[in-house]
């Protein structure tokens, strides 16, 4: 049996942690900006992930590159066994935006809080793991890393995200995308008419059976389309005619059924239209973001020290979809919003990328840099807590929310 590790009074050890990332803000920072100064995008975050995996490779951490086959993840492991607490890093920015969502400032919080976790290893149980999540941007790193079992041996998932409110949680919904395509005859539309099997006035069909059934979804529940292709020629009666539908609601179990009801519509059009379908997954499935209010009580504690205070999200606001909800279904996991800029504003503009490298975005930081480690130190300490924090998990995963 290993020795126990020394005791150390919780306030003692996270006075060591802030202290830690007091002396490394700086070089956080420093990071940051870089990040910031040089956007990459989906899959491609190549700098930025050598970058990362670097410093923490330097500080003595155990890296591996290229995980789950991605060219662009990788984990960084700080001690051995369970329990072992991760700390997500995202680093993908938008293209014409650079970092107008504020990645640039998860990828630093997650890196200065591992680091400042791995300075007093020698006081926890278990491990810490950095782990480099690219694409969230629409790709879904996360999701294919806990596909390929990266989360499997988690204990808890750690990340913010950088926001113009302050609230404990984010109200993240499932979506996914589909291609839906309609095969017809080709035939001239004046030479011989009768002959055509028009599929692309099998699509718009879709498109009003898709709009009438918008009038009696649920809350958070929607469906967006466009064509992706309609014809080729106006004297030629489409024969192919293909439509692209963005899919999300406010659980994965909605969103399955309302998956369902599109492959219903479609086939429902085709045959009244003599047209043959093809409905088929064209993305990454992103699952609703499930919180841990265990854990994300505890960072809100951790945060309030440096005067942010974290609310409830507002009632019935939903903002979007991520794959960090693939994390939550599988682990308890906190993505709460801390603002680095006013509640008029908005991410995915110039204005919030402009916010990312403020003096506030780097009062953010630090504050959330000390409160991801000092919570990831609880969890790694406590057996309490980690305990009622799964326990809460399966409650919800049971009542399917």
């Known amino acids: 049996m290993p020795p126990e590790p020394p005791s150390l009074a919780p306030d003692a050890l ?66 051995l066994g369970r329990p072992t607490v991760a700390l997500l890093l995202e680093y993908d920015a938008l293209p014409g935006l650079g970092h107008a969502c504020g990645h640039n400032l998860i990828a630093a919080a997650g890196l200065g809080a591992a680091l400042a976790v791995h300075s007093v290893r020698e006081r926890l149980d278990g491990a810490v793991l950095a782990v480099g999540t690219p694409a969230e941007e629409g ?78 979804l649920p809350e958070a529940s929607h469906v967006q389309g466009i064509v992706t292709h309609g014809g080729t020629a106006t004297n030629i009666v489409p024969e192919y005619a293909e ?74 606001v939903y903002l979007g979809s991520s794959d960090v909800g693939n994390v939550s279904t599988r682990v308890p996991t906190i993505h709460p919003f801390v603002a680095i800029m006013g509640a008029d504003g908005s991410d995915h503009t110039p204005e919030f990328a402009e916010a990312a490298v403020s003096s506030r975005a780097r009062e953010v930081l630090r504050a959330v840099t000390e409160a991801l480690a000092c919570t990831a130190a609880d969890v790694l300490r406590s057996a309490d807590l980690r305990e009622r924090a799964w326990a809460r998990h399966r409650e919800a995963a049971a009542a399917g929310r």
């Open 139 to 216: 790709g879904g790193g996360k999701a294919l890393e806990a596909e390929a079992g990266v989360f499997d041996e988690v204990d808890a998932a750690l990340m913010f995200h950088p926001g113009v409110h302050d609230w404990a949680w984010a109200p993240l919904t499932a979506q996914e995308q589909y291609r839906v395509g309609f095969h017809g005859r080709a035939a001239h539309p004046t030479g011989n008419p009768t002959e055509g099997v028009d599929a692309l006035a099998a699509l718009v069909e879709l498109f009003n059976v898709l709009y009438a059934l918008g009038r009696r």
């Open 243 to 316: 439509g692209r539908f963005g899919l999300r609601a406010a659980t994965t179990a909605a969103l399955d059924e309302l998956s369902g009801q599109l492959r219903t519509c479609a086939e429902g059009v085709a045959m009244a239209t003599g047209t043959r379908v093809i409905v088929e997954r064209a993305t990454v499935r992103f699952e609703h973001f499930r919180d841990s209010p265990v854990l994300s009580e505890r960072f809100a504690a951790h945060l309030g020290r440096a005067g942010i205070t974290l609310t409830p999200p507002a009632p019935g």
């Open 14 to 79: 996270h006075s060591r942690i802030r202290e830690t990332v007091a002396e490394r803000a700086d070089t956080i920072w420093g990071i940051a900006s870089t990040l910031h100064a040089d956007p990459e995008y989906a899959f491609a975050e190549h700098r930025a992930a050598a970058l990362l995996a670097g410093e923490l490779e330097g500080a003595g951490l155990e890296v591996r590159r290229e995980v789950a086959g991605l060219p662009t993840a990788f984990t960084a492991r700080s001690g």
